[in-house]
């Protein structure tokens, strides 16, 4: 009998063909709608290999039912929904996505950048409010981007597809990770400083490091007290880094002059949510790695996983603990 897969998410018909040709599989059929926790929880108990997206919780209960599992594939970069050491306890094998998403991931994180830099969604409004009335010598004015620096929290393939990028812009990139990147700063020109020179001098502030124990709001009252009252916080990696309440207070009381959110701390947020409220932040849905191309490859890369595990040969990006 072929060993069987459960999908948490309907997927492409060429994504599910291609597991279908060695494999049974199951597939919860919505797409924008993520399975329910009930049926992830029963799944788990047969499937010998589960393909997630980021919202779904793969928690210890579920890997502990889960008598057949080899291998959890995610179609991310960040697998911080899943208990890898759960995981690693039951030999079960843990595959994601990086690399593929970096330069995608790297272009919405600079667009974030700007938009909020120079004040577009407000721009935007305006015109929808039918509100722009004679030119003015202040209106909508913001930030520059050219020559400012730009600090980057975390320096992975993220963290160096958008200090890249802002080399084009000309600016002055310093980046805080917990090992330095001689390569890094040969090639981009960015320099190693300290978590808190970082803070105090940067125009943007970038946060670009994986959800862990160790960053669970790192970004906190104290971090945004230490930033430039003209700087920007920019975050396209996990909400989870980030106490909103302290970033509510920041944008408020204007320790810093705005922020763009592509994530949260509970995703998703509805439109009552308290940083909505401030006409300083600039806010997206979690769409980072969201181009056709990138979500593609994405797919298949998982589903590659799925058939490598299952096959008994090492998956090609397996999470390393
Ligand atoms: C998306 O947030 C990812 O981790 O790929
Ligand atoms: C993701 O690919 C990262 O390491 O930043």
Same mark, same amino acid.
């Given at each position: 009998t072929k060993p069987y897969v459960y999908m948490t998410r309907k997927m492409p018909a060429s994504i599910v063909e291609k597991l279908e040709a060695e494999c049974d599989v199951g597939m919860w %059929?919505? %797409?924008?709608e993520p399975v329910p926790e009930e049926v992830l929880e029963k799944e788990l108990q047969t499937a010998d290999a589960l393909f997630c997206?980021? =919202?779904?919780?793969?928690?210890k209960e579920n890997i502990n039912q !889960? %008598?057949?599992?080899k291998i959890i594939a995610t179609? !991310?970069?960040? +697998?911080?929904?899943?208990d890898v050491e759960a995981a690693a306890a039951r030999n079960i094998q843990i595959a994601h996505t990086p690399g593929v998403l970096s330069e995608t991931t790297a272009d919405l994180t600079f667009a974030l950048l700007m938009a909020a830099a120079r004040r577009i969604p407000e721009g935007i409004e305006v015109i929808k409010n039918n509100e722009w009335g004679a030119w003015a010598p202040f209106f909508l004015t913001g930030q520059d981007i050219h020559q400012a620096r730009l600090g980057i929290i975390g320096m992975g393939r993220i963290g160096e597809a958008v200090a890249k990028r802002g080399t084009g812009f000309d600016m002055d990139i310093v980046y805080h990770n917990r090992s330095r990147k001689p390569e890094t700063e040969k090639e981009i020109g960015a320099r190693y400083v300290e978590l808190d020179e970082l803070l105090e001098t940067s125009d943007f502030v970038c946060v670009m490091t994986p959800y862990t124990n160790e960053t669970?709001?790192?970004?906190n009252r104290e971090a945004f007290q230490k930033m430039k009252n003209t700087a920007i916080f920019i975050n396209s #990696? @996990?909400?989870?880094?980030?106490d909103e309440e302290a970033l509510f207070e920041a944008l408020k009381n204007g320790d810093i002059r705005g922020a763009g959110l592509d994530? +949260?701390?509970?995703?998703?947020? #509805? !439109?009552?949510? @308290?940083?909505? =409220?401030?006409?300083n932040v600039t806010a997206?849905?979690?769409?980072?790695? !969201?181009?056709e191309n990138t979500r593609w490859k994405m797919a298949e890369m998982t589903a590659n996983h799925i058939l490598q595990g299952l096959r008994g040969e090492k998956p090609d990006h397996l999470v390393s603990l």
């Open positions: %059929e919505k %797409e924008e997206t980021i =919202s779904d919780p793969v928690n !889960a %008598e057949n599992l179609m !991310a970069v960040g +697998f911080n929904n899943i669970h709001h790192m970004m #990696s @996990r909400g989870g880094t980030v994530v +949260f701390e509970n995703e998703p947020i #509805s !439109a009552d949510h @308290r940083l909505l =409220s401030l006409p997206l849905p979690h769409i980072g790695s !969201a181009s």
